[in-house]
């Protein structure tokens, strides 16, 4: 199983909100930058969030990321039919030396 | 504007052997470490190697140490993962990325490898 954990999927109607949580450890989340990527469906993923909260040049503000501790949260607001895909969220881990990344979760609109 | 493009990929049989390359353009290639990340059909990501900026430092997930070596030739910009003892578990898309920070911002367009007999 994944050393992160994040919830399989979330679901919200258009223009609600959601949350996506990303749940580590000390030698993970706790201790490094925590990274958002969306994956749509047949294409490479796609960087959304950086060193915890920093969004990237060319996403838009409906997205904000957070960490507390050992946990990391994105937000999504303004929910569109183009947020839909498989988002995951991803970081080093300090005691395996690897990059981890976590199961994802699939963002449905309704 | 970055360009990591993969090849390489391919059908082979368990037990055999592939190398993957990625050719990589539009950013200074000796700036930043390069990695493997793998993702098997209908499944999430999975990390699978990097390597420093001159080839110094490399890691390995468990699952492909003393398999998989990435290396990287800084003169010809590209990065390389070779491949022994494949299983059918290593089937999958592997895409090259680029590391800045301790995010992946850049991606290729991936490359499939198909452990089959």
């Known amino acids: 199983q994944s050393v992160l954990t994040q919830p399989p999927s979330v679901s919200a109607a258009p223009g609600q909100k959601v949350t996506i949580s990303c749940s580590g450890s000390?030698?993970?989340?706790?201790?490094?930058?925590v990274c958002w990527y969306r994956q749509l469906p047949g294409t490479a993923p796609k960087l959304l969030i950086s060193?915890?909260?920093q969004r990237q040049s060319g996403i838009p503000d409906r997205f904000s990321g957070s960490k507390s501790g050992t946990s990391a949260t994105l937000g999504i607001t303004g929910l569109q039919t183009g947020d839909e895909g498989d988002y995951y969220c991803?970081?080093?881990?300090?005691?395996?030396?690897?990059?981890?990344f976590g199961p994802g979760t699939k963002v449905t609109v309704l | 504007e970055v360009q990591l493009v993969e090849s390489g990929g391919g059908l082979v049989q368990p037990g055999g052997s592939l190398t993957l390359s990625c050719a990589a353009s539009g950013f200074t290639f000796t700036n930043h470490w390069m990695a493997w990340v793998r993702q098997g059909p209908g499944k999430g990501l999975e990390w699978v190697a990097n390597i420093n900026q001159y080839g110094g430092e490399k890691y390995y997930v468990d699952s492909v140490k003393g398999r998989f070596t990435i290396s990287r030739d800084n003169a010809k910009n590209s990065v390389f993962l070779q491949m022994s003892g494949l299983r059918a578990e290593d089937t999958a898309v592997y895409y090259c990325?680029?590391?800045?920070?301790?995010?992946?911002?850049?991606w290729g367009q991936g490359t499939l490898v198909t452990v089959s007999s």
């Open positions: 060193d915890n909260n």
């Open positions: 990325v680029r590391a800045s920070g301790s995010c992946y911002p850049s």
């Open positions: 000390s030698s993970n989340i706790g201790n490094n930058f």
């Open positions: 991803g970081t080093w881990d300090n005691n395996l030396s690897i990059y981890v």
